[in-house]
């Protein structure tokens, strides 16, 4: 059964840096491209991030692209996201999900809290 | 920037049939994508429900009924979720996406379904 836990969300001041990890079980996490993406409070999901099942390719959403950088760890079957010169427009919950353009985002996490405030 | 476009809300009776639908911008054509549908329940991580290219290739989730389908309607640029005899546990917000580009996905909107 596949399992995916996020975690390594807080509250943070405007400028700050987080880093998210995710760690999926269940599944060969080394042979699949992953995401995350995020839901600001009350609003819709956006994508953020993609990076491909070796980490040779990443990509990212405008509004994350220079700050955000998406990373995995093979060897340890986690994702991580480091966060940097974060905005109050990041406050979200993160997921992390399997995929990529002809496969959905199948398996999701409980996702995990920024929180980005003076 | 492509765009998804979703009605904010919508509602059915149960028992009835819902027609969702997710509106591409101009600069992407329906018929040369993949269409994935996610359901949402308030609190709940979202959920892939299926996946409609034509009517030769889609794909349901695991555990999806047969309830939930996908069409496209390529004269509106848009695509559809038809859930076929609703129920109270379907209320939820329905979210569609897609991948323009390699390096780019997309979500739309949401729409929140109201099953009354």
């Known amino acids: 059964e596949v399992d995916v836990v996020e975690s390594g969300g807080t509250w943070v001041q405007p400028g700050g840096s987080l880093r998210l990890s995710c760690a999926p079980s269940?599944?060969?996490?080394?042979?699949?491209?992953m995401n995350w993406v995020r839901q600001a409070p009350g609003k819709g999901l956006e994508w953020v991030s993609y990076?491909?099942?070796?980490?040779?390719?990443?990509y990212y959403a405008d509004s994350v692209q220079g700050r955000f950088i998406i990373s995995r760890d093979n060897a340890e079957n986690t994702l991580f996201l480091q966060m940097n010169n974060l905005r109050s427009e990041d406050t979200a919950l993160y997921f992390c999900?399997?995929?990529?353009?002809?496969?959905?985002?199948?398996?999701w996490g409980q996702g995990t809290r920024v929180t980005v405030s003076s | 920037q492509p765009v998804l476009t979703q009605p904010p809300s919508s509602s059915a009776s149960p028992g009835e049939s819902a027609r969702l639908t997710c509106s591409l911008s101009?600069?992407?054509?329906?018929?040369?994508?993949?269409i994935y549908w996610y359901q949402q329940k308030p609190g709940g991580p979202p959920r892939y429900l299926l996946y409609?290219?034509?009517?030769?290739?889609?794909?349901?989730g695991s555990g999806v009924p047969s309830r939930f389908s996908g069409s496209k309607d390529a004269s509106a640029n848009a695509a559809i979720l038809l859930i076929s005899g609703l129920q109270t546990e379907d209320e939820a917000d329905y979210y569609c996406?897609?991948?323009?580009?390699?390096?780019?996905?997309?979500f739309g909107g949401g729409t929140t379904l109201t099953v009354l």
């Open positions: 269940g599944f060969t996490f080394s042979s699949y491209s």
């Open positions: 409609y290219y034509s009517d030769s290739d889609y794909g349901q």
């Open positions: 990076i491909s099942s070796e980490g040779g390719s990443t």
């Open positions: 101009s600069d992407i054509n329906v018929r040369a994508y993949n």
């Open positions: 999900a399997r995929g990529y353009k002809y496969s959905p985002f199948e398996y």
């Open positions: 996406s897609l991948w323009p580009s390699n390096a780019l996905a997309l």
